[in-house]
């Protein structure tokens, strides 16, 4: 990878204040882990369509969610007779943490059958909010623009996802601390700095300007980054938002996010989303009440979808994305009222029309193919009023406070508390809709627009093969034991039997894996659980068709033993197997181990037990609890060799 000196960074291009739209400015806002059909799925109607007859909703026009759906998804993805979970409403504004990653989210996806969402993100997944919860983004929806084909950039967590956002591509599959690095050259903070044209990243740090580099999160992953002072001094306390806003001086480009803004504020589950929405509109009014209104575009937005449940398939236009459907709000003065974008956006859209509207090169394919959002906007009508909504919070706090609270420009201190806000939606239109020189449909067909292909799809019919092939070699594993003792070829033959099922089970999970691998590091295996139960029996019939020759060799001269004997011999020897297996059992299983870097970064307990309990899955502890009790018989069986007296 390239480095550059500081001094390359100097402007090398006179500032542009042409533009090819009234916008100048654009403001990112990059809120935390919610899929479309967890937030907007319902809308505008709400769970159980309970304002249906409200004499505003009737105007709304309707997205492409869940209204009228009975959805529910299979426990494991091709397998019915495992059970169906229901997606319900969650009548909370605090969620459980769905599993995150490549491997979650791609199951979840399961080549584009969306049913691995209990499977893989866990039953958490199967649960929705609205308007009860998120009254704001609501009206945020009716009185401007909702994008309901918009899709992260990769199907994966966060990092990716910034850095998809930032440049148009990523260097990783999920969060981990670099390297790998992202050139910096690639990113849209590099090429406006080479344009001149003015940027910002706004948020809670110790400093109001140039943090120290231990501070900026994931742009430590964009190499030549963190220390550089032509990029460090474009990083600036959320403080300094709201008076640059009064003082006419926001840069051209601003971006900030949500997670760890304020102490357990944000929308990343199990945060509450309803007084993260609050500090959003926190945000928005303060725009709104600027100068800089007139000229501005804001795009809110959510990283990746957090493991919650969508129906829509994304198009995949490379080996990573593009990722799973998540909503965008556009707010803008140019915005059409009460407008559902059907188009196909991305993260790679917004950076597209950053680059368009100030005549900037195309950093990469990835931006130059996206589409551009320019439906959402109406430019020949005169700025819109700003719409403020409200009640707007201030958190208590002091610049740099490291439990994570903001200072805001007026000096109030006002403290987040719980308040009924169902009845602020919905508000009245801002424009009648009669009067909207644009045709905003009532109802929304579902017909997005592209087609849906996948390559190197896993076919539907090999997860089902795979678990009846292990049921079966289980049968003749079992069999084979119980009547071990009355027929010494029928037991060697089931054994042979279950040996051969299961290796064909086994070899079939690893043809066609469950999950897509991933093409940055950090690679995981994406074997399903039932390839990994494949091997297991297989290793473990070897061991037992082995077990005489294994006694041999452990010196053992008894001809016969009874049963029990026969039972705890075999025991031991498959514990000893498991000593053996397990690592690779537990490493090649999707989703059985958060990576150990993102446990600081996940909301768990902090008491060792907890943070274990909450880090590994049950079969995962079934595999260290029979490694444990392995090591000790092998320890164990070793001794008594050791010992035995020789004849």
Request: include cysteine.
């Amino acid at each position: 990878m390239l480095s550059f000196p500081i001094a390359s960074l100097t402007a090398v291009h006179a500032q542009s204040n042409t533009t090819n739209t009234p916008i100048k400015h654009v403001i990112v806002i990059f809120k935390e882990n919610r899929s479309f059909d967890n937030i907007f799925g319902t809308y505008p109607y709400g769970h159980n369509d309970a304002l249906e007859n409200n004499s505003i909703v009737k105007e709304l026009s309707i997205p492409d969610g869940i209204l009228g759906k009975n959805i529910e998804v299979p426990n494991y993805p091709g397998l019915g007779l495992l059970g169906y979970t229901k997606l319900t409403y969650a009548n909370s504004p605090s969620q459980q943490d769905p599993n995150e990653g490549w491997v979650a989210y791609h199951g979840d996806w399961d080549y584009g059958r969306m049913d691995g969402y209990v499977a893989y993100s866990g039953p958490q997944s199967m649960v929705y909010v609205d308007y009860n919860q998120i009254p704001f983004y609501w009206d945020y929806a009716e009185e401007y623009v909702l994008c309901d084909n918009y899709f992260t950039a990769v199907m994966t967590e966060s990092l990716p996802n910034f850095l998809g956002l930032w440049s148009g591509t990523t260097v990783v599959s999920n969060d981990i601390s670099p390297p790998p690095y992202l050139p910096l050259n690639d990113t849209i903070f590099y090429q406006l700095s080479q344009y001149n044209i003015s940027w910002g990243i706004f948020g809670l740090y110790s400093t109001e300007q140039s943090p120290p580099s231990s501070e900026i999160g994931w742009l430590e992953n964009i190499q030549n980054f963190a220390g550089n002072p032509a990029m460090m001094d474009h990083i600036y306390n959320i403080s300094v938002f709201y008076q640059m806003l009064k003082n006419n001086t926001l840069p051209a480009y601003v971006f900030m996010d949500d997670y760890g803004i304020a102490d357990g504020i944000s929308d990343h589950p199990p945060d509450n989303i309803t007084y993260s929405e609050m500090w959003t509109v926190n945000v928005v009014n303060a725009i709104m009440n600027s100068p800089e209104w007139n000229s501005s575009a804001t795009f809110i937005t959510w990283d990746d979808e957090g493991g919650f449940y969508d129906h829509v398939p994304p198009p995949q236009i490379n080996n990573y994305g593009l990722g799973l459907r998540t909503a965008c709000i556009i707010i803008s003065p140019y915005a059409k009222e009460n407008y559902i974008d059907h188009q196909v956006l991305s993260h790679y859209s917004i950076l597209k029309f950053v680059e368009w509207n100030w005549n900037l090169p195309y950093v990469n394919s990835n931006i130059a193919n996206a589409n551009l959002p320019l439906d959402a906007f109406n430019f020949n009508q005169q700025p819109r009023l700003p719409v403020m909504l409200g009640p707007t919070p201030n958190v208590a706090g002091t610049l740099g406070n490291s439990n994570g609270y903001i200072t805001f420009e007026n000096g109030s201190r006002y403290i987040l508390t719980a308040t009924t806000t169902s009845e602020q939606y919905p508000i009245p239109l801002q424009i009648p809709a009669s009067e909207l020189p644009y045709a905003v449909p009532q109802n929304y067909s579902g017909n997005i627009g592209f087609t849906v292909t996948y390559k190197n799809t896993t076919p539907l019919w090999v997860i089902p093969a795979e678990f009846y092939l292990i049921v079966l070699s289980l049968i003749a594993l079992v069999v084979a034991l119980a009547i071990g003792r009355f027929s010494q070829l029928l037991r060697t033959s089931l054994l042979g039997l279950a040996i051969a099922i299961s290796l064909v089970g086994s070899v079939l999970g690893l043809i066609y894996p469950a999950v897509m691998p991933a093409p940055f590091p950090p690679v995981q295996p994406t074997y399903s659980i039932f390839t990994d139960l494949g091997i297991f029996i297989v290793v473990v019939g070897i061991l037992i068709l082995a077990f005489p020759y294994i006694k041999r060799f452990t010196g053992s001269r008894r001809r016969t033993e009874s049963l029990p004997e026969n039972v705890k011999s075999f025991a031991k020897i498959a514990c000893v197997s498991g000593a053996f297996i397990t690592s690779a059992s537990i490493v090649a299983t999707p989703g059985i181990i958060i990576p150990l870097n993102m446990i600081s970064t996940m909301d768990i307990p902090q008491s060792m037990l907890q943070v274990a309990l909450g880090s590994l899955s049950p079969f995962t502890w079934i595999s260290l609890i029979m490694t444990a009790v392995s090591g000790t018989l092998f320890v164990l069986q070793a001794i008594h060799i050791v010992k035995k007296p020789k004849h």
